[in-house]
């Protein structure tokens, strides 16, 4: 799994989440597309560019990274929001751009620009498939309103946050920002209530103690992460808000 750089645990200071974190920064995505949405020569072309676009910086030029930024956006425009989700958001380029995150300044105004579009950041398996990827994609997905909630049977974001190849410190992290979205669904946006909020969380830790059931890690590990989770369910703490540009990858298209 990749990750952000580290930080001393040490250096950390909690921060808490206030309802006045959460911006509005993007329309609301369109439905989930079930069906084919035909395309023409021309919108056909302009998909395929989307999907030849490169994933990583030929080189560090802060110009060529805005210019790149110019000419995706471009094309995106050029698409609906339904066959954005049709054609770009169940692509192997996308999947991929979540998960290598190989060049993060790079490629996460890329999906901003998508997600801005209309790409529905509640597409099946895209959260999960970030979390793995580690940071960037993660908070991006999370930050235009991810539901870090998957029903059961669905690969589950917070099970893959707690992975035993992850520190200490990158497992808190990304539980945090997965938790903040949580609680920004009811303090913030009114999508849940507080029993629903709680009942959630509750149900997000029995899937991540399964999984450590499922493989056997031992007692004295789990309960020492698992008090973590706690603790930042009690505090409503995070380190860096998922609605805060922390990192040199974000707010670049403000």
């Known amino acids: 799994m990749k990750a952000l750089a580290k930080k001393p645990a040490s250096k950390k200071s909690a921060k808490a989440i206030r309802k006045s974190d959460a911006k509005a920064v993007v329309k609301k995505p369109a439905a989930l597309v079930k069906k084919s949405i035909p395309l023409g020569t021309r919108k056909k072309g302009i998909v395929n560019k989307i999907l030849a676009f490169p994933q990583r910086a030929a080189s560090r030029s802060r110009t060529k990274l805005k210019q790149s930024n110019t000419d995706f956006g471009a094309l995106v425009k050029e698409l609906s929001a339904n066959e954005i989700n049709a054609h770009i958001g169940t692509s192997t380029w996308l999947s991929d751009l979540v998960y290598n995150g190989h060049d993060p300044d790079w490629c996460i105004p890329k999906l901003e620009l998508l997600l801005r579009a209309g790409l529905n950041p509640d597409t099946p398996g895209l959260l999960h ?13 999370l930050r235009y309103g991810a539901n870090p909630i998957v029903p059961d049977g ?6 893959a946050a707690a992975e035993e190849g992850l520190s200490d410190y990158e497992c808190q992290i990304y539980i945090e920002w997965l938790h903040e979205a949580l609680l920004d669904r009811w303090l913030t946006t009114g999508q849940i209530t507080k029993a629903e909020y709680e009942s959630e969380w509750k149900n997000a830790m029995k899937r991540i103690r399964q999984s450590w059931k499922d493989e056997k890690q031992p007692a004295a590990w ?4 698992m008090d973590i989770f706690k603790e930042i369910h009690k ?8 609605h805060d540009n922390a990192y040199t990858y974000e707010g670049q298209l403000d």
């Open 235 to 242: 505090a409503r703490f995070v380190y860096q808000s998922i």
């Open 154 to 159: 669905r690969h589950c974001p917070f099970v």
């Open 129 to 141: 498939r970030a979390t793995y990827g580690g940071g960037p994609a993660l908070r991006t997905l």
């Open 222 to 225: 789990t309960q020492h992460r």
